[in-house]
């Protein structure tokens, strides 16, 4: 028999070496997450994914996308408490970039927007910070507007991992934190990118961008036009038993 965990009152069972948010996704219950992707290893950058952990007469928060599942957790996860947090996440992120979705080709298609639309995001929440950062339109097939970038280091280890090229890395700390091209120059154009490279595939934001393709899906049509990103997660997870899912965020 396998073991389990609580999470909101109900039994997961989970395989060892399983995260709490991965035995979630693979018993069909869903917690919100921004930065995990099941073919890397958890980042922990977001900390959408952040649980509620009742342990004895104390509790504690953690990210559930690098918390191990073991035998007798008690989660709480789909309360106001927590999605309220989540909300004031998903705020924040907006705020730090230049997330104008109406003007973004990857509206419909982002999981920032689909994430703060499922978790009944109604106001900005926070000043915003207007950043300046300018695109990299120097590769003839590829766009990168790095005032999307919500640093989730997808790409970084999708290039990285995948695609062996490391075109990407996140530099600076903090508020200067940000995505830079790993060339002499800076620019995009002096990498071997290619347009079939998985690092082309994950970014969930409009950040990594291929040129002359852009609006191409009718509204309507887009990935999250008619699936919120909750029962998207639920249809891509990977499931043992069934041998159903795939990638939650590639858009193959
Ligand atoms: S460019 Fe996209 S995939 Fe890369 S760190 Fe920024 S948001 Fe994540
Ligand atoms: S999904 Fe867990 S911290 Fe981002």
Redesign the pocket.
Same mark, same amino acid.
Request: charged content about 10%; proline content about 5%.
């Given at each position: 028999m396998s073991e389990s965990f609580q999470l909101d009152g109900e039994d997961i069972p989970y395989t060892p070496g399983q995260t709490v948010l991965q035995a979630a996704l693979s018993a069909g219950r869903y917690i919100p997450h921004l930065c995990y992707h099941p073919e890397f290893k958890p980042h922990g950058s977001c900390k959408v994914c952040t649980v509620k952990i009742a342990s004895g007469k104390s509790q504690r928060t953690a990210a559930s996308c690098t918390l191990p599942a073991q035998p007798g957790l008690e989660i709480e996860s789909d309360s106001d408490e927590m999605n309220e947090l989540r909300r004031t996440l998903v705020q924040m992120l907006f705020a730090e970039g230049n997330h104008f979705c109406p003007s973004c080709e990857k509206s419909g298609n982002c999981a920032l927007q689909a994430l703060g639309s499922d978790l009944g995001v109604m106001t900005a929440g926070f000043r915003h910070f207007y950043p300046d950062r300018p695109v990299d339109a120097s590769h003839p097939d590829i766009l990168?507007d790095f005032n999307?970038?919500?640093? $989730?280091?997808?790409?970084?280890r999708a290039s990285c991992e995948v695609d062996e090229k490391c075109v990407?890395a996140?530099s600076g700390r903090g508020i200067t934190k940000h995505?830079v091209v790993n060339a002499a120059s800076g620019q995009l154009a002096d990498t071997d990118i290619a347009l079939i490279d998985k690092a082309m595939q994950? $970014?969930?934001?409009g950040?990594?961008l291929t040129k002359r393709v852009g609006f191409a899906e009718p509204i309507g049509e887009r990935r999250y036009d008619q699936r919120p990103i909750s029962a998207q997660a639920l249809d891509d997870a990977p499931r043992a038993a069934t041998g159903k899912g795939r990638c939650t965020s590639c858009e193959e």
């Open positions: 990168l999307r970038c919500i640093l $989730c280091e997808l790409c970084v990407f996140l995505l994950v $970014c969930p934001v950040v990594i």
